[in-house]
Each structure stands twice: as C-alpha cells, then as structure tokens.
Nanobody, 130 residues
Framework: QVQLVESGGGLVQAGTSLRLSCTAS????????MGWFHQAPGKEREFVAT????????????YYADSVKGRFTISRDNAKNTVYLQMNSLQPEDAAVYYC???????????????????WGQGTQVTVSS
C-alpha cells in the first residue's frame, strides 16, 4: 500500500511559477512510475506528466502532455520519496486540482492513462488569475 500526499498548490498570477510536491510512503518509491494529472471543474482527469522508475531500463524517463511541454518539469528525489512538478509560465487554463499518482507495472505506451495508476493522492488546488 502506498499513500501519496500532495502539497504546494495555491493562487498565483498568470506568467508566474509554482512547484508541487508529492511525498509517498513506503520503501520502494524508486521502483514506481509516478504521474501528475489535473482535473478542472466539469472535465475529466487529464494527464500532465510522468516519470519512470530510476532503476531499470527506463532510467527516469519523462513524458509530458503537449499543453505543458516546455513549461512544466517533473522530477523525483528517491531519497525523499518525493516527486515534483515545477510549473512555469502558468496560464489560466492550467487551473485545476492536481493529483499525484503511482503505479508499479508498465503496460506499454506513454504511461499517460489515469486508468493505469493504482495509487492516488487527495489533490492540491492550483488557481491562476489572469
């Protein structure tokens, strides 16, 4: 069982930055695929970014949604059991609840489907004013 706790959300102005953190319980964090998703009111949960395990053939590979590529960066610190999402040049359309997710298995593809992830955090709200 893995518990995920997000932090770092808040209200920011368009064009500024925010860093989200997600800390996981357990001793095998480095072997998990970690993902960030967001969900705006009335919309489905959408993929933002993912990072592969640091061990194994993927060596911490990252993958991003087209809408955030070049603005957001996902990273992980295995010593702290934490995954980060650095969000730069935030826009009003980035506003949503951001969720951290974790999974052990690779099912092929880009690891971007919410259905693949086993564990989820409670979410942190990001609001961007124009």
């Amino acid at each position: 069982q893995v518990q995920l706790v997000e932090s770092g959300g808040g209200l920011v102005q368009a064009g500024t930055s925010l860093r989200l953190s997600c800390t996981a319980s357990g001793r095998t964090f480095s072997s998990y695929f970690m993902g960030w998703f967001h969900q705006a009111p009335g919309k489905e949960r959408e993929f933002v970014a993912t990072i592969s395990p640091s061990i194994g053939p993927s060596h911490g590979d990252t993958y991003y949604a087209d809408s955030v590529k070049g603005r957001f960066t996902i990273s992980r610190d295995n010593a702290k059991n934490t995954v980060y999402l650095q969000m730069n040049s935030l826009q009003p359309e980035d506003a949503a609840v951001y969720y951290c997710a974790a999974k052990r298995e690779y099912y092929g593809g880009s690891n971007s489907s919410p259905a693949e992830y086993t564990y989820w955090g409670q979410g942190t709200q990001v609001t961007v004013s124009s």
